[in-house]
Each structure stands twice: as structure tokens, then as C-alpha cells.
């Protein structure tokens, strides 16, 4: 029987999260190193855990050529797509970056600095509340360790698909400064500046302290679709006209100019007087792809203060400073007036109308109602996104007797303003243009007339000088200002208690007390609904948390080593969450070793789900099952009748142009969302495991393969509108709105006999955020790395790969989970990279290559555009419905001949090699506008150079 010892006075509790520092601890023959690896709150001497950890260091982060810690994390193959503010214009939270792991969501993936939360970013995505990657200096890391598993049991809530541990440079002395400058060789267009400077004094062992400060500053520069489009993958012309070939008239040779122009269309009269760009029909055109936004600008500014004091005793005392300032500048397209427009529904059932020109008005000399064509083009457009975030902490740790305890209290927060411009006014619109509620419907044959006589001569005047007054009465500023505060006190414990044999039994233990208040604001004018169609969201509220941890590591036998923790975490509105978990690694041999893991896991519901909310918003891109085949049909045969049609036709243009509006309306339509909030839901929990094996068959070489499983259930959010409208039938009354058919702009009756239209237009879909879904998702990680001398230097190789095996989401609409998604559209099976460093004297070069198989275009069950029939209906081959395998060659060298000075080039896809053509995310977008800015970008250099001052 194997003897354990138990220490006296392991009776302490503590409160706190782990510090992920080196520590040095002294043993009677040498000094060994204890390390606190993310996932557990216990230091070991062993850093390969039960739990599998990647850990990207500071010369792994300078090799992959990144400018932000968000393209540091989409290098990593557990890493999935997620909101960018380069995309996010259209999305709540524009202007912030987010990461998310394991296909499971933003809001799932846990990301630490130094091993505690920093604040979310204060506006939600909708329903999503994250960190914001973009407020966190990258030249001030040291390394960043991504636990690709749960970690609720250690880190409490959103644990869920993994945690990102990001740990900054410490005991750094001197100054040290870096710039860099980032450019696309096939358009210069895209350009990233970036510069830092990093200083550090006092010699920990010395001198007792060191302090750290780094301040980074970051320019992004705006790029307009207008200037890149031509060189578009010439795959997309083939199959949308808006990119076809010659499209782009006097403006370019790709990129359809809009019949909706300044100043403007009377249709069967011809170009409003004043127009400077005419077509060979006569027709008044504009170039939209001007105004089309492929990459905003962006300007930040991070900061991060540090130090550590040693007081005598053992004690040391420490604290830390964050502070960012990030603004990104969106440009807008100017909006659009169209008098067949579907009539715009949002808010609480308000109507905006689209009515023709009145006989009345002076530009109209048809002596009857005319359609106008007309686009904003005098108005302010624009979308700011201005956002500051902080923490403040500060803390003591020390020893006693054979414990180490830390304690820290700290305060951070995120303030953010969001504002934007080129919207319409219902109120400013009725003062500025006409009462579009005032209208007469002919019985006998639907034509609306407006009954204003002024309509459209009143303040605003058409292709005219308007005044300042007029426009921001038209198109008032709006948005949201949200800020978020969190307070906590944390503490540990954490150290040997007994021994197996002579193996130490190691434990930690602890509490953690939060306080956090969000609030979301929207401007008077989007509260009131007095914006069109815009959408929006509120919250204001605040709670208290409190949680406690344990966690405590078994040396079973020499070779077998067993970890359990848990830990109790109680939030407002529900019973306290238990997260356990079990973990075990067993050295077979000293070159061979098996792990795995069993846990649980939780998301607590954020303030904006199930605190007082409302959100009102659009679903985009929603294909009409009962109205977009028809769509289809009649837009197949307005582009046949307009192709037979001679150039200088002014119908051409206008079939044409129709064509893209019956499609858009049925195919890619925007439909409004009205979702309240939920104080009755429950929190989302998790259950995964992870087996695997390490191996190091000779020294300096390992490989490393574990299989992992997560299935999450008690899911917070909204059927989606394509669930609802698979289910259309089945769904209570009020939830899918329908126009009445005598409503509809799409198609006339006539059209509506010809192609079987019985349904009318969608309006709208009502609900309220449930747990509604489950999902369950499978794979493998594998990873691989040696390194060993050559006769010109070290060579280092490594190569990662995750493959997705399953992924499944549970449809509550059928009862029953649907597809495997893994290989389907945004789900590659196989994510890879595979990377190789040779040092030679002062230069070191690395060339990496990454890799994604291929998918196909279809999602889940419910998707029938784009399954093999759907595409042959869209004319689109078998070989363009799918998204082929892609592969990227990026090279780095870096030079240190010059004392204190390392200059570096980057070249990211050196062989010039395109993304795979993509026809559905063009698609996906109403065939107009691209939207993947790789295709354009090609090879790019970034030119960095590093100089340490002594």
C-alpha cells in the first residue's frame, strides 16, 4: 500500500484566478521552474498537462507577419470565423474585433489578459457580449496559450469552446521601438502602419521592482470597391452582370452603375436635367461602386502599464494598467429612392411608402404619377465607431509556509459611441419632402397616388443645392453610446498539502466576487422609430456574481497523474452552476504519454438576453421559400427580354435593373426582427472530453494527437428566419408577417397569374430570445514539431492541423439535429499549417503554408438554393458549387547584423495565389457588391524594423 502523507493546516480557503508567470522555487539539488499553464490554477515543472494547451510565443507571433492580435488568432486552426471591424458596418457592435473557437460563437470562447477578464466591448452584437481584440497591444505580448478545450471549471462562465490566455512581457529592461509598414503589391490601396515603443527599468533580482509600459499605435486606410473592383476573379463576371465584363461603363471596365442616381430617373421621361453621366439609352447613371466599402478606416491606440514591487518576506505587490482607443470610420453607401421600392416595414408595424412623382411636380411633364429614380447623393453618410476601454488592477502575493496565495482587486471598463448618418427621417421626410401616409388607392386598379400636391417640392428639392438644414433634418445623426463597468476582488491559495510516496499532492482554492452594470442607449430618433427601417437595441442593468474554485492534482503512481476541479459559480435568476472536471495523463514511457479530460461547462445569460431588452434588427440575405423561385423565373425572362434588346433601348437598362430589384426583394431580402428579452432562461452548459497521446520518439521532436467532443444544449437565442420560414406552417400566429398580396411591389397580378405567386411579401418575424438550440461538435487535433542543427543552422519545423469531423445543430422546428455541417459552406474539415525556420548567422527565414479544404455551398437542411439542383437552377456548374481547397505560401526573413537592430520582411502569399471563387457569399449579398477583399489584396509585403536602445 502506497503511504500518503497529509501536511497540517490545509484548512485555508482563497479567492483568485491563477497568475500565469514564471516563478522560480528552489529544490535541494537545483533551481527548477513552476509554471501555472492555462486551464489549471496549479504550478507544475512539467508544462505538457492532461489538458492540451498551444502556446504561440513572441517569435512565433513575429514569424506569422500579423499587425493586430486578431490576425495573430485566425492563424490558429481551432480558430473560426468571427466578427471583424473591417465586415462589422452592418453588424450592433461595428468597430471591434472578436475571436471565436470550435464553430460555437464569440460569446463561447473566453479570452484573458494575464489571466484575468478584461471588459467586454460595450456594445453587443446583438446578443453577443465579447472582448474586443482590437483594444490589446500585440508588441507587448510575450506569448499567448489557447486552451482548446473548456476551462469553466477553472475561469467560471463563456469557457465554453476554449480559452485564450494572452500574457505580456515581464522583467523587460531598456527601450526598444518598432515600426512597420504594411502594403498590398497588386493594389496599394491596402496599407497598415503600425508603431510602438516599449520601455522597462529596474532589475527584479537587483533592484526588488520592474516596471513595464508599451504603447502601440495602429492606421488602417480606407479602400473603395470602386478602385479594386477590376481586378476581381474574373469567375464572378461569368455569373453576375453587376461584375460582368464592360459593366462598368465610363466609370471602369467592371462594376454596373445604378439607374438610382443624382439627380435622378423619371421613368418613360428620361434623365432629371443636370445629369453629367448619361448611358446610350439616355438614362441618368452613377457609379455606386464609389461608394462601396471593401475596408474601413481605423485608427488605435493601446497602452499597458505594469509593475511589481518586492516587499521583503516573500511579499510582492503588483499592478496593472490597460487603456486603448479605438475609432474605425465606416464610409456608407448613399441611399436610394425608388417609387417601386418594396415599402420598408420596422419598428412597431410603421409603413415608410415609396410613392411615384406626383403630375404636380415641376420636374414631371408626363401629366401623370411618374417613377422616380433616385439616389441620396447631397446627404451625410457615414458610420463612427469610437470606443475606450481600461483595467485598472492592483494585488499582493506571496508565500505561506508552503503556500502560495495571491490576491488582486481591479475595476475595467468600455465606453463606446457609435454614430452614424445617411438614413432617412420619417419625421424629417414628412417635413422636408411630403406625407407619405396621406395616398389614394384606385380600387379598380391598385395605383397609389400620393395626395400631396407638393410632394417632393418642398424643402428638399431634387438635383438641386440643398441646405445644411434640410439634409440633417432629412438625415439626422444617430446610434448608440453603451458602457459597460465590472468590479472584482480575487484571491488563491495554492500549494502541497501531502505526498503519495514521495510525489506531492498539490491544491488550489479560491472565491472570486464580480459587480458589473451594462448599458445601452440608442439615440432619441432610433428610440422613437423615427429612423427608417433602422433597428434597435436596448439594456440597462446590473448584478452581482460570486464564485468559489478547487481544484487539486493526485500523483497516483509515478507514471499516472490525476487532476479534479470544480468550481460553483452563482449568478442572479438561477441556482448556483457547478463546472467539474476530471483530467488524467499517464507517462507510459519517458517518449510516451496518454491524456484526457471530462467536464462540464456553462454560459451564463448576458445582461442584454436576460435583463430588460429590446432589439429590433434585420435579417439579410433571407431567400423567400414561396416567393424567391418565382423571383428567379421572372428575373430570368427580364434578362432575356433586355438582352435581345438593342444598347441604346432605355428598357434594356431597366430590365436589367428590374431583374436585380425582383431578385433582391425575394432572394436577399432584408427582414425585419423584433426580439425581447427573457428573464426565464436558463444558462447554456456544455460536456466534453478530450483522449489523446503525446509522443517524443527522439529528442527535440514530439507529436501530439487528441480527439475532442462538445455538445452544448440550453442554447440562448431566436430561431433563425430560414428555420422559421422551413417550418412556415408550423410556426404560432404573429411570428412570420406577410403583405397582403394587393401590397405587392415585386410582381404585378398579371405576373403574379403567370408564375403562380400565392403568398405575399415577408414583413416581419416576432419572438423573444429561448433556449432554443443544441449543438454537438467533434474532431482531431493534431501537431507536430522537431528541430535539429544543419550544416548552415537550426532548422525548426512544425506543422498543426484540426479536423472537423462533426458539427450539428439542433433544429426545434423538426425535432431532431440536422446535417453534418463539417465540409458544408464556412466548414472546412481540414485546417492546416505547416511551418519552416532555418537560422543561418544573422538572417532567419521561415516559410509557412496554410491550408483549407474544400466545401460545398449548401448549409443545413432547410438550404435548398444551393444544393447540386439549386445551383444548376442559378445556371451555376458543379465545379462553381463548391469552394475548392485553398492553399497560402507566406515567407519571412529577418536580419540582426546591425547591433540592437532586426529588420524583417514579410510576404504573405508569395505565389500571388487567389481565394477559391466563392459564388454564393457574392450571392449572398444581392450579386452586386464582392465581398472577399483577399481575391483583390494578392501579395502583400510588411517591412518591420526593431531597434533596441541600450
Not at 24 to 48: F, P, Y
Not at 154 to 169: C, L
Not at 261 to 272: C, E, F, H, R, T
Not at 669 to 692: C, D, F, I, W, Y
Request: charged letters at 20%; glycine letters at 10%; hydrophobic letters at 35%.
Amino acid at each position: 500500500m502506497k503511504k500518503i502523507a497529509l501536511k497540517a493546516g490545509v484548512t485555508a480557503v482563497a479567492l483568485t484566478l491563477a497568475s500565469s508567470h514564471v516563478v522560480a522555487q528552489e529544490d535541494s539539488a537545483r533551481s527548477m521552474e513552476k509554471v501555472v499553464i492555462t486551464g489549471s490554477n496549479i504550478k507544475r515543472l512539467d508544462v505538457e498537462t492532461a489538458t492540451p494547451v498551444e502556446i504561440l510565443r513572441r517569435e512565433d507571433i513575429t514569424r506569422l507577419g500579423v499587425n493586430s492580435v486578431k490576425e495573430a488568432l485566425e492563424t490558429l486552426t481551432s480558430s473560426t470565423g468571427a466578427l471583424s471591424d473591417i465586415g462589422g458596418s452592418n453588424s450592433f457592435a461595428s468597430g471591434a474585433s472578436a475571436v471565436s473557437l470550435r464553430n460555437l460563437g464569440k460569446q463561447s470562447t473566453l479570452v484573458l489578459l494575464n489571466s484575468r477578464r478584461v471588459a467586454p466591448y460595450a456594445l453587443a452584437d446583438y446578443n453577443e457580449v465579447f472582448t474586443n481584440l482590437d483594444s490589446l497591444p500585440i508588441d507587448a505580448i510575450e506569448r499567448i496559450e489557447v486552451l482548446r478545450n473548456g476551462g469553466s471549471s477553472i475561469y467560471g462562465s463563456d469557457a465554453v469552446a476554449g480559452v485564450i490566455n494572452i500574457i505580456t512581457r515581464s522583467d523587460f529592461q531598456g527601450v526598444q521601438a518598432s515600426a512597420s509598414y504594411d502594403q498590398s503589391v497588386k493594389n496599394e490601396q491596402f496599407k497598415t502602419k503600425k508603431a510602438s515603443i516599449t520601455a522597462g527599468f529596474g532589475d527584479w533580482v537587483n533592484d526588488k521592482y520592474n516596471v513595464l509600459a508599451n504603447v502601440e499605435v495602429f492606421k488602417r486606410g480606407e479602400v473603395l470597391w470602386r478602385d479594386v473592383v477590376d481586378d476581381i476573379n474574373p469567375g464572378y463576371g461569368k455569373q453576375f452582370s453587376a461584375v460582368a465584363p464592360g459593366s462598368g461603363l465610363m466609370f471602369g471596365n467592371l462594376g454596373a452603375p445604378s439607374t438610382y442616381s443624382y439627380p435622378g430617373n423619371l421613368i418613360g421621361q428620361g434623365a432629371v436635367p443636370g445629369c453629367a453621366t448619361v448611358n446610350s439609352a439616355g438614362l441618368c447613371v452613377y457609379d455606386r461602386f464609389s461608394r462601396f466599402e471593401a475596408v474601413p478606416k481605423a485608427d488605435r491606440v493601446n497602452g499597458l502599464l505594469s509593475a511589481k514591487f518586492d516587499l521583503g518576506g516573500g511579499t510582492e505587490a503588483f499592478g496593472e494598467a490597460l487603456y486603448s482607443h479605438t475609432k474605425t470610420s465606416y464610409t456608407s453607401a448613399f441611399g436610394t429612392y425608388g417609387s417601386t421600392n418594396p415599402n420598408t416595414v420596422w419598428g412597431a408595424g410603421q409603413t415608410f411608402i415609396y410613392h411615384s412623382l406626383p403630375a404636380t411636380h415641376p420636374l414631371n411633364t408626363t401629366g401623370d404619377n411618374v417613377e422616380l429614380r433616385y439616389r441620396w447623393a447631397d446627404a451625410p453618410s457615414y458610420q463612427d465607431a469610437t470606443s475606450d476601454q481600461y483595467r485598472v488592477l492592483g494585488g499582493l502575493k506571496g508565500n505561506w509556509r508552503s503556500f502560495d496565495w495571491e490576491s488582486a482587486a481591479g475595476v475595467m471598463g468600455s465606453k463606446t459611441k457609435l454614430r452614424s448618418a445617411g438614413a432617412l427621417s420619417r419625421s424629417g421626410f414628412k417635413q422636408q419632402v411630403g406625407d407619405y401616409d396621406n395616398y389614394t388607392t384606385d380600387r379598380e386598379t391598385g395605383i397609389v397616388t400620393v395626395n400631396d400636391p407638393n410632394f417632393f417640392n418642398r424643402g428638399y428639392q431634387i438635383g438641386k443645392v440643398n441646405s445644411p438644414e434640410v439634409l440633417n433634418s432629412l438625415f439626422p445623426v444617430n446610434g448608440y453610446d453603451g458602457k459597460i463597468t465590472q468590479y472584482f476582488v480575487d484571491a488563491k491559495l495554492t500549494g502541497e498539502v501531502g505526498k503519495i510516496a514521495d510525489r506531492a499532492i498539490n491544491v488550489a482554492a479560491g472565491a472570486e466576487l464580480r459587480h458589473e452594470k451594462f448599458k445601452i442607449m440608442p439615440t432619441d430618433n432610433l428610440l422613437q422609430g423615427d429612423i427608417v427601417g433602422y433597428g434597435s437595441a436596448t439594456a440597462d442593468a446590473s448584478r452581482s456574481t460570486q464564485a468559489a474554485f478547487a481544484e487539486v492534482s493526485l500523483p497516483v503512481t509515478s507514471t499516472l497523474d490525476v487532476t479534479a476541479a470544480a468550481r460553483i459559480d452563482k449568478f442572479p435568476g438561477f441556482k448556483a452552476h457547478t463546472s467539474p472536471k476530471l483530467a488524467a495523463i499517464w507517462k507510459a514511457t519517458p517518449a510516451f504519454a496518454l491524456r484526457g479530460t471530462l467536464e462540464s461547462g456553462f454560459r451564463a445569460p448576458n445582461l442584454t438576453e436576460s435583463a430588460q431588452s429590446n432589439k429590433f434588427a434585420f435579417d439579410n440575405g433571407v431567400v423567400d421559400l414561396k416567393r424567391c423561385p418565382q423571383a428567379r423565373a421572372l428575373a430570368d425572362a427580364l434578362r432575356a427580354q433586355s438582352d435581345a434588346l438593342p444598347d441604346s433601348d432605355p428598357n434594356k437598362a431597366l430590365g436589367l435593373a428590374r431583374a436585380d430589384t425582383v431578385e433582391g426583394n425575394e432572394c436577399a431580402a432584408g427582414v425585419p426582427s423584433v426580439v425581447r428579452n427573457n428573464p426565464n432562461l436558463k444558462p447554456e452548459t456544455t460536456h466534453m472530453g478530450t483522449v489523446g497521446f503525446v509522443i517524443e520518439p527522439v529528442k527535440n521532436t514530439n507529436f501530439s494527437l487528441d480527439y475532442w467532443r462538445i455538445e452544448r444544449k440550453d442554447e440562448i437565442g431566436i430561431k433563425t428566419t430560414a428555420e422559421l420560414l422551413a417550418a412556415e406552417a408550423d410556426q404560432a400566429p404573429g411570428t412570420i408577417g406577410r403583405a397582403d398580396l394587393s401590397a405587392d411591389k415585386t410582381f404585378t397580378a398579371a405576373e403574379r397569374q403567370t408564375y403562380g405567386v400565392t403568398a405575399g411579401a415577408l414583413t416581419s418575424t416576432n419572438g423573444s430570445f429561448l433556449n432554443v438550440a443544441r449543438t454537438k461538435t467533434s474532431g482531431v487535433d493534431v501537431s507536430a514539431n522537431t528541430r535539429f542543427n544543419t550544416g548552415i543552422g537550426r532548422l525548426d519545423l512544425g506543422a498543426n492541423a484540426t479536423y472537423l469531423l462533426e458539427l450539428k445543430n439542433f433544429s426545434s422546428s423538426l425535432n431532431r439535429y440536422g446535417d453534418n455541417l463539417a465540409g458544408r459552406y464556412g466548414y472546412s474539415k481540414t485546417v492546416a499549417n505547416v511551418t519552416a525556420a532555418l537560422k543561418t548567422g544573422d538572417f532567419s527565414n521561415s516559410l509557412r503554408l496554410i491550408y483549407q479544404s474544400k466545401t460545398a455551398l449548401n448549409g443545413d437542411y432547410f438550404d435548398e438554393t444551393y444544393t447540386a439542383a439549386g445551383c444548376a437552377d442559378l445556371g451555376w456548374s458543379a465545379d462553381e458549387c463548391r469552394i475548392k481547397a485553398y492553399g497560402r505560401l507566406d515567407w519571412n526573413v529577418s536580419y540582426t547584423g546591425v547591433r540592437d537592430l532586426t529588420v524583417s520582411m514579410f510576404v504573405r502569399n508569395i505565389t500571388n495565389r487567389r481565394p477559391p471563387l466563392d459564388l454564393r457569399d457574392f450571392d449572398s449579398a444581392g450579386g452586386v457588391i464582392p465581398q472577399n477583399t483577399a481575391d483583390v489584396t494578392g501579395r502583400s509585403v510588411r517591412i518591420t524594423a526593431e531597434y533596441k536602445f541600450r
